[in-house]
């Protein structure tokens, strides 16, 4: 990686981990509160804990990872960015960063505690809107220039199949582009006037829906990149090569068509959307499910594939020849392995008749534990132990993989715990963003602290595991930042097998599958939006309960 682009995805790293450590704290805090253990001191609220932790984990983490990540990736396999374009990405860390650091104010002040979701009639002071604006405006800013290093290759190198790495990359902003539509929509239009007193009433229906419109998209945000780890850079580091470099972009293509007409499963319980509707777009989400299938297959292949090369014969006996003491593997293998429960939580979700039985359930809390809590933290927790020594030319010690296993396993028995409890205590009717002083007297909602394993109390045992691991991986991550050895660290990249068949020149037709989303964003969207709006009811004043 190119020293100049390295330092900008250091300054990613920086922000991210930092809100990791403050969303771990929050997340320990609000689980012991849950369950009765502990009250949270100088008037702050549950709810303004729960944004913070919603917010710093699931949005800022996650973004700041997946920038340092592509940004580096990027200049790795494309070559450095070109000056201008390399500014282009400063001014949008620094756009950004401005944004996230005035939401993150306004949540600290209680004048934003409206929830991760941030959809109305919570209503959160201006500012923190204006917070979200710059964020979203800084995504833009950067993921423009990470487009532009792509299609300048493009340009300079006609005829030739891009790197997959670039490619995908290309995918997943294109994917935040066109989602983040939605959520700019909700704040500009909608909930930044009503702040500002200039419009009284929201429709609050609408707002969800453009919420939600961004929120699924949002979540494929965050596994894209996961992907891009487990389909390029596992393979080198289980010395084995890609199954098949088609198959690979296919499944990105196919995120990037399905993964955005599907917001209605997150409102399949909402009165106000006709069933059609709901209908069409739960096909949609079952379709989407398709490219996770293809991609655990192809990842299952590569292994084999591998493990056969080493020499492995027997039906099984592949699998002893993964690197299995290697963090760079084990993290993203467990984070593999997480997912096949989560994956099959979310079909469940999806499923109208049993998504009656655990929406706004803590089953739901659960299930995006494990898939962005743990399938995606995971890979990228073992992207870092590689990556932050790439970018700071140190090496990974065998005393930081240590603890990086030891961080891997504390970590899947801590989820184990919370999350496992969480889907019980969903089932049993548990609600999802209680704080514990609403239920402390209701009889049924006792029953949430008896038992075993359906327990709360199992469920902040596991966060406090949990926390432990998070405190271990800041430790590894400030080791390999400033502490560990100079030498230099080789950047994993895997190369297809050769067998593989040649990649069709038709998958790199943007202009095509930009076209083609749109298309079906416009189908699934068009009619139910016309709808709220000509039907809208007189619309909600704000809701500040805190
Ligand atoms: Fe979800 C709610 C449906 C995937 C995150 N989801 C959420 C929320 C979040 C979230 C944050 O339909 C809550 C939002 C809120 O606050 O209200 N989800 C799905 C479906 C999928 C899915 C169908 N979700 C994700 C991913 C997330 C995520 C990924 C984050 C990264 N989800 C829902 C629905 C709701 C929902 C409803 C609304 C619930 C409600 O009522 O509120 C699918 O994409 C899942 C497909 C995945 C698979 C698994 C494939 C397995 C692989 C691993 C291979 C393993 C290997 C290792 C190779 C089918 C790829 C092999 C080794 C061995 C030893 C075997
Ligand atoms: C919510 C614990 C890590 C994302 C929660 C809740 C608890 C919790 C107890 C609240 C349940 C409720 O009242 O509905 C923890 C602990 C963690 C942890 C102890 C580890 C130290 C994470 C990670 C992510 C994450 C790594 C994502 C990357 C979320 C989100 C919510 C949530 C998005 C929902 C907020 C909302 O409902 O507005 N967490 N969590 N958590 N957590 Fe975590």
Not at 24 to 30: D, M
Not at 230 to 247: A, C, E, N, Q, T
């Amino acid at each position: 990686v190119n020293p100049s682009d390295a330092k900008l995805s250091m300054a990613y790293i920086y922000v991210a981990f930092t809100a990791f450590l403050i969303g771990a704290i929050a997340g320990v805090v609000q689980g012991l509160q849950r369950a009765g253990f502990i009250d949270l001191p100088a008037g702050i609220n549950y709810y303004q804990v729960l944004t913070a932790h919603g917010l710093l984990l699931a949005l800022v983490f996650t973004t700041y990872f997946i920038f340092a990540f592509l940004n580096a990736g990027m200049s790795k396999t494309l070559g450095a960015f070109p000056d201008k374009y390399r500014k282009t990405g400063w001014i949008g860390f620094l756009v950004l960063t401005l944004g996230t650091v005035l939401t993150t104010i306004m949540v600290l002040l209680n004048e934003g505690t409206v929830l991760y979701t941030f959809y109305a009639p919570l209503q959160a002071h201006p500012l923190f809107y204006l917070g979200l604006t710059l964020f979203v405006v800084g995504t833009w800013v950067a993921g423009g220039a990470l487009l532009a290093h792509y299609f300048n290759w493009k340009r300079e190198n006609p005829g030739q199949l891009t790197p997959l790495f670039g490619f995908m990359t290309v995918a997943t902003i294109l994917l935040w582009i066109v989602a983040t539509i939605g959520v700019a929509a909700t704040v500009l239009l909608q909930l930044l006037p009503w702040s500002l007193g200039i419009s009284e009433r929201v429709n609050v229906l609408l707002s969800r829906t453009l919420f939600w419109y961004f929120g699924h998209p949002l979540v494929y945000f965050w596994l894209l990149p996961a992907y891009m780890a487990w389909y390029i850079v596992i393979p080198k580091i289980i010395g084995g090569r890609l199954f098949s470099d088609s198959l690979a972009r296919l499944a990105f293509i196919l995120f990037l068509l399905l993964s955005i007409p599907v917001g209605f499963h997150h409102q399949l319980m909402e009165a106000g959307i006709s069933p059609f509707w709901k209908y069409i777009q739960t096909v949609l989400t079952f379709a989407v499910v398709v490219p996770s299938l293809l991609t655990a297959f192809s990842i299952f292949a590569t292994f084999e594939i591998t493990g056969r090369a080493k020499g492995a014969t027997g039906l099984f006996s592949w699998w002893k020849k993964l690197p299995w003491n290697d963090v760079r593997f084990f993290a993203p293998f467990i984070a593999m392995l997480t997912f096949i429960p989560a994956g099959a939580g979310g079909i469940i979700n999806a499923s109208h008749q049993m998504n009656a039985v655990v929406h706004n359930t803590l089953w739901v809390v659960g299930h995006f534990h494990l898939t962005v809590g743990t399938t995606v933290l995971l890979t990228f927790f073992g992207i870092s132990y590689w990556l932050i020594p790439v970018l700071t030319g140190r090496r990974l010690t065998p005393s930081v993989n240590r603890l990086g296993m030891i961080q891997t396993i504390l970590w899947a028995v801590g989820m184990f715990f919370m999350s496992g409890a969480m889907h019980l205590l969903g089932l049993l009717g548990a609600p999802r963003r209680t704080a514990f002083t609403t239920y402390q007297d209701h009889p049924t909602a006792l029953q949430w602290l008896e038992g075993m394993f359906a327990n709360q109390a199992t469920m902040s045992i596991g966060g406090v595991i949990l926390f432990i691991a998070a405190l271990l991986m800041i430790y590894n991550v400030i080791q390999l930042a400033f502490l560990a050895p100079k030498e230099q660290t080789e950047f994993p990249i895997g190369e297809v097998s050769s067998d593989a068949s040649k990649t069709p020149p038709l998958l790199e037709n943007w202009k095509l599958w930009v076209a083609l989303a749109v298309a079906l964003i416009l189908v699934a969207y068009t009619v139910p939006l016309m709808d709220m709006i000509q039907n809208a009811p007189p619309g909600s004043p704000p809701f500040r309960p805190w």
